[in-house]
């Protein structure tokens, strides 16, 4: 018995990827779950428009964080502000009751918020709150209509990058790699060849979650699709260069696996899928603006339920634009490296080494 456990002892020793993840994912979880699993939303942007603006913003404490105060505009720009995601919430003024139009997109915002002005309300001495309150994009604050947009692609960065990985591991596995190594191929033919089938069924999957999502949730789609197609094409180049930066680096599919999971956890966990961005702590808050899968909840939810143009969506479009490239490049970089004379050969060697038993 003590062999067998000197054994494992020996193999586990040399399989520094799965000692650095039994040690290191616990305490990464454990400051996640700490810090970003967080449901409290402490500050809420807020706009405040109509001849009364300055008076009324002057009365919002927190968790309101009042970015624009303009007594010259009404209720069309508060709307559009919300449309747009440069506030959750709107305070129309000029009229006997304010009108407070809120974003439904941002459930626990909406929630808080309402909390906020039932509180301001009994502080105030009154049996209601003083305002008209008015839910847009998701009146009801249903759930499926804010989670369908994020699961598709959350959808996506599975099928592209673990599933993506995989094959690309598993011909490297069966050799063929050496044999493209010997054609007159370049690193980016080979790997547009290999990402284009996985490409296909992602974008086949894309469609049937938003279809299943609209016809058995009743989730509405009032935007422009080709905004939508824009964002999710830029979306799925960068999670399909992450699915062949990840087999570079792996010599094996249970690498890849152990790779792609640790790419996959912080997506569900730190894009806003789950909890708000704006509630995690700011030491965990920076990863969320590195993660594609933020920008995509952005575009995907304000295209779907807010109809947002693409001119206001330029800003996630514009950074998975860039992280297509960056994460392509590191790709080709080290796809080429692959295709390098006696490279395959190499690593299929230190593969064979990790599996042979001691």
């Not at 008209?132 to 599975?158: C, E, K, Q």
């Not at 547009?192 to 279809?211: N, S």
């Not at 180049?237 to 930066?245: E, I, K, N, P």
């Amino acid at each position: 018995m003590w062999a067998v456990v000197a054994k494992e002892f020996r193999e586990l020793r040399r399989d520094r990827r799965t000692v650095a993840m039994m040690i290191l994912l616990p305490v990464v979880l454990l400051i996640v779950f700490g810090y970003a699993a967080s449901f409290n939303v402490k500050d809420i942007p807020t706009v405040v428009v109509g001849p009364g603006a300055r008076q009324a913003a002057a009365l919002l404490r927190a968790p309101f964080q009042v970015n624009e105060v303009d007594p010259g505009a009404g209720e069309p720009v508060a709307r559009d502000r919300l449309r747009d995601g440069r506030a959750v919430v709107a305070v129309v003024t000029g009229r006997a009751r304010p009108l407070v139009l809120m974003d439904g997109t941002q459930l626990f915002s909406v929630q808080t918020a309402e909390g906020a002005l039932g509180r301001m309300a009994r502080q105030a001495g009154a049996a209601a709150p003083p305002v008209s309150l008015r839910i847009l994009y998701n009146p009801g604050l249903t759930t499926s209509w804010v989670m369908v947009p994020g699961l598709a692609g959350l959808i996506l960065v599975f099928v592209g990058t673990l599933i993506t990985s995989l094959g690309v591991v598993r011909e490297r596995q069966a050799g063929t790699l050496e044999q493209l190594a010997v054609m007159p191929f370049r690193a980016w033919d080979v790997i547009a060849g290999k990402i284009a089938p996985y490409l296909i069924v992602a974008a086949l999957d894309l469609a049937l979650v938003v279809v299943v999502g609209m016809g058995l949730f009743g989730v509405p789609f009032t935007g422009n699709p080709a905004v939508f197609i824009v964002g999710a094409a830029l979306f799925l180049l960068v999670t399909l260069g992450m699915g062949v930066l990840v087999s570079t680096v792996s010599q094996n599919q249970g690498q890849a696996i152990q790779l792609a999971f640790m790419i996959l956890l912080p997506q569900v966990l730190l894009s806003g899928l789950i909890f708000p961005v704006s509630s995690m702590a700011a030491g965990v808050r920076w990863i969320s603006y590195i993660l594609p899968l933020t920008y995509f909840i952005e575009i995907s939810r304000g295209v779907m339920l807010k109809a947002t143009p693409i001119s206001a969506l330029w800003e996630p479009i514009g950074l998975l634009a860039l992280l297509a490239v960056v994460v392509l490049a590191l790709a080709i970089a080290r796809f080429r490296r692959d295709l390098a004379p006696g490279a395959g050969r190499a690593k299929a060697r230190a593969a064979a080494r990790e599996v042979t038993p001691a």
